[in-house]
C-alpha cells in the first residue's frame, strides 16, 4: 500500500517553484547588461584594422558585406579557404598565405 503524507503534496510545489526561481535568477545573470556580470561572450561591432588578423593575409577590400559573402563564395567553390571581416576601410576578404596568389588569381579574372 502507497501512503501519502500531506507534507508531499507541499514539499513538490515549494521545490519546483524553487527551481524556477533558481533557473531564472541564473539566465537573468547570465544574460545580464553588467559589466563584468555575465559569462556570457560579448562581440566587438567596431570595424578592426586590416592588419589585425595574424597570419591571414588580405587580398581584396570591398564596400559591402554582400560582395564580401560572394567573393568568399567564390573562393570557397574553388577550394581556397577564405573568411571576410569589418575592417576601417570597408569589408576584407582574406585568406591563407599559402592561397594568395591562387585567390589573387581567381578574384582579378573575375
Known amino acids: 500500500m502507497v501512503s501519502v503524507f500531506a507534507e508531499d503534496y507541499f514539499l513538490f510545489p515549494v521545490v519546483a517553484i524553487a527551481l524556477a526561481g533558481v533557473m531564472v535568477l ?3 545573470w547570465a544574460f545580464s547588461k553588467a559589466k563584468g556580470g555575465s559569462l556570457v561572450r560579448r562581440v566587438d561591432q ?3 584594422q586590416r592588419d589585425s588578423f595574424g597570419l591571414l593575409t588580405d587580398i581584396r577590400t570591398v564596400p559591402s558585406h554582400n560582395e564580401a ?3 568568399v563564395s567564390r573562393l570557397k567553390d574553388f577550394g581556397i579557404k577564405a573568411t571576410a571581416a569589418r575592417t576601417t576601410d ?3 576578404i582574406y585568406v591563407w598565405p599559402r592561397d594568395e596568389p591562387a585567390a589573387r588569381g581567381l578574384l582579378d579574372r573575375s
Open 26 to 28: 541564473l539566465c537573468r
Open 90 to 92: 570597408g569589408w576584407t
Open 69 to 71: 559573402r560572394v567573393l
Open 46 to 48: 567596431s570595424p578592426a
